[in-house]
């Protein structure tokens, strides 16, 4: 059995310091639902193609390009697609042999906006929506090009 660390967020008056991460918290809080969907997408969408130990066909290969060089806008939107139908297809999968409810099943995450950015990068934006119908936009990611 593997765990998983899902993101809490807490309001603002409660955040010390610049921690990113804490254990903190008294007992576990278990994530459920829509959120525990976004959790798995982003957590999949941002772990570099190949770093899983135990999986190492889990994450994208976008993930590894982060703070690197990509070439021009056309390449970073590139990566950026292959990098959500990658996500997509290992959510899907999950989903399948997890058992999860409707509320916790990926039906569709599709990039919803890509606006150029100063300098010559690329902010993207994604529509990522559950079998019970419920769906959120969110901006991903700024992707700079040099």
Known sequence: ????IHFQPIPEDQVRGFKTFTFGFRAALVVTGYQMLINRWFKTFFTPKGSELLHSGDGTTLAGLIGG??????SARDLAIRAVEETNEQIKAQDVAGGFEEQE?????VITRMAPQSEGGLAIWV???NVAGKQLEIHLIDLATR
């Open 69 to 74: 060089n990509i070439g021009s806008q056309e």
């Open 1 to 4: 059995m593997t765990w998983d």
């Open 105 to 109: 099943s990926l039906e569709s995450a």
């Open 127 to 129: 529509t990522i929506k």
